[in-house]
Each structure stands twice: as C-alpha cells, then as structure tokens.
C-alpha cells in the first residue's frame, strides 16, 4: 500500500483551506445566499470529489464564474429553488461523463491556458486590493481596474481604514519574504499560515477596528429540495438554467484541469472521470441546497505551488473547513479580512505567467497575442466568455498560419532569346490564400512561356485547384506563349 505523503500534502493542505475560505464566503455572498453555503460547497469539494478519481491536485469548490448566473437564478426562481437546479446540473454532468465527453476539454492552446491563469490572476488581484483596504470592490473587472488609482490615493492620505491598509500591507510582506528566511523556518510553517496568523495575534493583542470573517452554524443553511419547486422549474427557463450552470461549471472545471496539468509533473486528469467526480458533487450540493461547485484554477494552482504530491491535500483541506466552521467558528471570528485579501493578492500576482509573456513576446508574437486577449476577455467579461474569445483567436491563428503559401516568380532566358516566367508555389495553398495566389498569377505578362511548378504544395484545396485550372484554360486561350504545368493539376469537377 503506497504511503500518503504527509509532510507535502498536510502543509499544502492548510494553504489551501486559508485561500478556499475567503473564496467560499467571498462567492456566496456576491451570489446573493448567506455565506454558509459557500462554505457547504467547499466542504463537499474537499471531502467528496476529493477522494473520486479524475484529477489528483485540482480543488474543487465554489467559482466566481458562476456568480451573476446563480445570482440572477436566486433572484428569479427564489433561494430554495437553488438546490433543485444545482441537482440538476449535476444530472447531466453524470450523463456527460458516462458519455464520455470530457476528453473533448484537451484541445486547449498552451497560449490560451496561459491566458486564462494571467486573466483570473488579474481579476483576483484586483478585486482583492480593495478587500484589502476594507472596500468594496465595484462588480465588473474593468470598473474594478479604473478604480485602483482612486484606492492608492485613499489608502495613501488615509480615507481608507488605515488600519486595514497596514494590517494587510503586513500580511503581504511576509508573503513575500518568508522564502528569504532559513530554510527550517520556512518549510516547516507555509507563508500563508504564518501570515495569517501573526495578522490574526496582532489584530486580537491591538484590538484593530477593521473586518474579520463571520461564519455561524452550517445546519440552518441547508435544506432539501421539495416538489412544489420541482413543478415551478418545470418550464423552459428552469432547464435553460440548468443546462448553463452544467455547461459553465463543466468548461470551467475542464479548462482549469488543462492549465493544473501543465503546472506539475504528477498524473494527468482522466477528463472523462473528473467530470462525472463533479457531477457526483453537484449532485450532493444540489440536495444540500448549496452553491454550485466547480474545479477552481486559484485553488488549486495554491495547491500546486504549495507542494502538493496527492489526493490528501484537497481532501484534507475539506476537513480544516468542516471543523472551524461547524466546531470553531469564533476561531474563523478572529482572522481579519484583509489578511486573507493579502493570500489572495499574493496567489493572484503568482498565476500571472510573466516569464512565459516575456518569452512568447520575444519569439512568438501571435502566441503572446492570443495570450493577452484571452487575458483581456476574462477581465472584462467572465471566464467561460473570455476562455472561448482565447480558443476562437486561437483557432483562426492556426488556420492562417496553416494556409501559409510562398509564391515565387523567376525570370529565366531561354536559349531561344525569350524570357521564361517560372512560378514556384510552396506550403499550403488553400481559400484562404486564394485573392493572393491569383493577384501574382494575373499579373504575368500574356505573350511570354510560363511554367507554373506547384510540387513543393503540402496541401492544395479544391478551391485553390478549380482556380488554378481556370486560371491555366484562360491563359492558354488569350496567349500564344507556351503554358506548362508542374506535375499536371488534377481533373476538377
């Protein structure tokens, strides 16, 4: 029986649980529910599609992509009605999975997976800065950015809480420089740990006037789902939010499982299982009338860089949130909001790839474009919608650079005196190509020979070959200079 990795994964663990809790409360208060249910969604994450097979390190929880669809659910439908949908969705995820159609989430560009980590990066970081200085963010990532000059001069001249500002400055600070310290103090105690819980001394020991989480008890958030709702979601919009949730929740998950694997070098996601493992906790958060969850790319790219080597990490981490929330919550009392604004801040900056961009800006500029606008996109829409403008701008890059086609015109003196057009085509000629293609050869001059040598084409589309056959039939017919053609196009019909 192999042996779990405890001094790795125990550790890790606890990262995870101080970054999963602020997100928890943070999700389900935006989604306009009492911030218990955040917190039920997390616990399941943790302790029931953490032990299901799919992905090893990815955590699962509560995601702000699905805040403004649960929010508008909530709204329409009512807060007891959230269960039945979340059920729902959870239904056909397990369909999806049994399906197999998880396995169609692999083909994702390096660039856009870059550009999904940078864009979630950004939004967490800038969103978290005004947490940080007991603000309230304002909703959209663009607002969010806008404002963030109007932050640092109110936390500079003190019309933010100053007390926050600094507390969370403090806890910021020693997330950067605990990897300085000796190497027996920073691998036994992890930065956020420690962070945390010199904010949370000082914050008792001072007595600071700032925000601290508040958490009560988990049993009166959750409740069944009844049959008088099952008949109000019987209707087109019900299963039109279903379908949503599912679809979001899905891509969101399976996306986040294409950028954790490229981040360490353990299994790699069974796609198809990792859905059907999300859809069981759907399922069980549906019942419980909670949130719904997905693999979340903050957590679990945590739980990677906290060192993470199994299952025990995630799984763990949904224990630490079941005990201080049903058994300690006035311990939970006691940690200041802007500590935990500071973990987010510092995991955001990390997830923001700067080397890769530097590198791709020096040698692969397309790549690097497809990087900063899926970046972009999820800044300033969400990331479902952002991941698929990425794929989109990535798929129309391939397709040109695919369809790329050299077009050669020598001149060359024929013993004769006359001077031989010679037309060399190379790569891939395809539609794409065509207005091209046709522009060089329309421009050869009709009363000199040519030779039109296509054999270094890797690939040569019908269009391209009706083209190049009406081209070749025209120019016999209004020239008396010889026309001869390279291996010999194809008939066309």
């Known amino acids: 029986m192999r042996t779990v990795p405890w001094r790795h994964d125990l550790p890790a663990s606890i990262v995870v649980f101080l970054v999963a809790l602020p997100l928890c409360v943070g999700v389900a208060v935006a989604s306009g529910v009492p911030a218990e249910l955040g917190l039920v969604t997390g616990i399941v994450g943790g302790l029931v599609v953490g032990l299901l097979p799919g992905s090893s390190l990815q955590v699962s929880g509560p995601a702000a992509g699905l805040t403004v669809l649960v929010y508008d659910a909530v709204h329409r439908f009512g807060p007891h009605a959230l269960g039945l949908l979340v059920l729902g969705a959870g239904l056909l995820q397990l369909a999806m999975g049994a399906l197999r159609l998880g396995r169609w989430f692999r083909a994702m560009s390096a660039s856009v997976v870059h550009g999904m980590l940078a864009g979630i990066g950004l939004t967490l970081l800038s969103g978290q800065l005004y947490a940080l ?44 420089l605990w990897k300085h310290l000796p190497e027996r103090v920073a691998r036994g105690v992890p930065a956020p740990l420690a962070a945390v819980g010199l904010a949370a001394a000082v914050t008792a020991a001072a007595d600071l006037p700032v925000a601290r989480v508040r958490v009560s008890g ?34 969101e998950t399976l996306f986040s499982a294409a950028a954790v694997d490229r981040m360490h070098h353990g299994p790699r996601t069974d796609y198809d299982r990792e859905l059907t493992a999300q859809g069981i906790g759907n399922a069980v958060c549906g019942l419980l009338g909670a949130l719904p969850m997905t693999a979340v ?34 311990v939970l009392g006691l940690v200041p909001l802007t500590a935990l604004a500071a973990v987010l801040v510092h995991a ?49 890059k391939s397709a040109w650079q695919t369809s790329h086609l050299q077009i050669r015109v020598e001149e060359e003196r024929l013993p004769s005196g006359e001077a031989l057009q010679r037309v060399r085509l190379s790569g891939n000629a395809t539609f ?42 025209q120019h016999r017919a209004r020239s008396s200079a010889p026309l001869a053609v390279e291996p010999p196009l194809p008939m066309v019909v």
């Open 297 to 330: 790319i903050v957590r679990s790219a945590t739980n990677v860089q906290a060192g993470a080597r199994s299952k025990a990490s995630r799984t763990l981490h949904g224990v630490w949130l079941l005990l201080f929330t049903a058994l300690l919550p006035g």
């Open 432 to 473: 794409l190509r065509l207005p091209r293609l046709l522009d060089a050869l329309e421009r050869l001059p009709a009363d000199r020979p040519v030779e039109l040598d296509w054999s270094g084409l890797r690939h040569l589309d019908h269009a391209c070959t009706v083209a190049l056959a009406s081209w070749a039939a």
């Open 218 to 251: 988990l049993l009166g958030v959750v409740h069944l789902p009844d049959r008088v709702t099952l008949g109000e979601l019987a209707g087109g919009a019900g299963l039109g939010t279903v379908v949503a949730f599912t679809l979001i929740a899905s891509a």
């Open 133 to 176: 200085a007991d603000r309230r963010a304002p909703a959209s990532g663009p607002e969010k950015i806008a404002g963030l000059p109007a932050l640092l001069r109110d936390a500079l001249t003190g019309a933010a809480n100053p007390s926050a500002v600094a507390l969370g400055a403090a806890t910021l600070l020693v997330l950067v």
């Open 348 to 396: 955001g900056a990390k997830l923001v790839p700067v080397r890769r961009i530097a590198a791709l800006c020096r040698g692969h500029r397309g790549e690097a474009a497809v990087l900063a606008v899926t970046a972009g996109s999820i800044i300033v829409t969400d990331l479902f919608e952002g991941v698929l403008i990425g794929v989109g701008l990535a798929v129309v």
